[in-house]
């Protein structure tokens, strides 16, 4: 199975949120995300896929994502790339 990491951008507010999560099917988590199923943080926003990374093992993919959303730097660029390429 694949598994991917993932980071969202809310497009319906003036100021910029970020949430990263882990998912095996981004579609439907990002429908989740957007219909306030998704997590409890996300509620009340619309958003779109940023970014995402495929992992064939899980643990991977879990510990990647814990590590992504600890890095604020790393999180920090990732939405400076895509303001860039939205450009």
């Not at 999560?21 to 619309?46: C, D, P, Q, V």
Request: aromatic share 14%; glycine share 4%; charged share 35%.
């Amino acid at each position: 199975m694949t598994y991917f990491v993932y980071m969202l951008k809310n497009i319906d507010r003036k100021l910029s949120k970020t949430y990263v999560g882990f998912t095996n099917n981004i579609a439907e988590r990002l429908k989740k995300h957007n219909t306030n199923k998704g997590a409890k943080s996300t509620m009340g926003y619309k958003w779109v896929v940023i970014y995402r990374k495929r992992f064939i093992d899980k643990k991977d993919a879990l510990s990647y994502e814990y590590s992504l959303k600890k890095d604020r730097k790393k999180r920090k660029t990732i939405l400076n790339d895509f303001n860039k390429s939205e450009n």
